[in-house]
């Protein structure tokens, strides 16, 4: 079986750690995180003479995607979820309903549920 190996370009040799995370699409929150709690991230380096890091992308890519992603399935928190509609979109065909129907009203919005009834 032949293996086939994926060679990906990256716009330079190394990246600052908030370079990084944008460029991989990271929360800044997330890596913090994973530094907290004593996680070895391949691909970090420490500047010497300096209080910053620098990432190697190739390593710390091919990190993420063996350690870190995972395939959405209906089973994940997040993936299966179903879109609500906004309260503001009803708030805002309830108000052109009302203003249609009884000419507007002096209350910067209505309640759906209340169908300008005013107490």
């Not at 990246?15 to 991230?41: M, Q, V």
């Not at 993936?79 to 309903?97: F, G, M, P």
Request: hydrophobic content about 30%; proline content about 6%; glycine content about 6%.
């Amino acid at each position: 079986m032949t293996t086939l190996l994926k060679k990906y370009l990256y716009p330079q040799i190394y990246f600052l750690e908030g370079e990084a995370c944008k460029h991989f699409g990271l929360k800044p929150r997330t890596y913090k995180n994973w530094l907290d709690s004593s996680l070895t991230i391949p691909g970090r380096y420490k500047v010497k003479g300096s209080n910053y890091y620098i990432i190697k992308p190739e390593e710390f890519h091919q990190w993420l995607i063996e350690t870190r992603l995972e395939v959405a399935t209906p089973q994940n928190k997040f993936h299966n979820r179903k879109v609500h509609k906004s309260l503001s979109s009803s708030l805002t065909a309830v108000n052109a309903n009302e203003k249609k129907v009884s000419g507007g009203s002096s209350y910067p919005f209505v309640l759906p549920n209340t169908k300008g009834a005013r107490a």
